[in-house]
């Protein structure tokens, strides 16, 4: 098992209540597998660096978790379908400390 970091940026127009249930129903994939969530940190509404499909801002989330990476990559792969999420970013902070 290893450490990821995952950074999920969410469209805007997605309801504050939706977004916290929706990581969570992506998270799911992590914890059947066998892995552990260790923080979900919401920091609310940002301005982007630069417009993502027209939009100047979005909802970000940064993730703390232990996994497989075939569990990591199958999330990202869910995350990327799931049109509400814009763009995620997966790190592995021990390769970049």
Do not use: C
């Not at 970091?5 to 992590?30: A, F, S």
Request: net charge negative; hydrophobic share 40%; glycine share 4%.
């Amino acid at each position: 098992m290893r450490k990821y970091e995952i950074m999920v940026l969410i469209d805007p127009d997605t309801d504050d209540r939706q977004v916290g249930p929706m990581l969570d129903k992506h998270l799911e994939t992590i914890t059947n597998e066998g892995g552990s969530v260790e923080n979900v940190d919401l920091w609310g509404k940002r301005k982007l660096a630069y417009d993502i499909n027209k939009k100047s801002e979005a909802f970000y989330a940064v993730i703390n978790l232990t996994a497989e990476p075939a569990s990591v990559q199958e999330m990202d792969r869910l995350m990327t379908i799931n049109e509400q999420i814009m763009r995620t970013k997966v790190l592995r902070p021990d390769l970049h400390a």
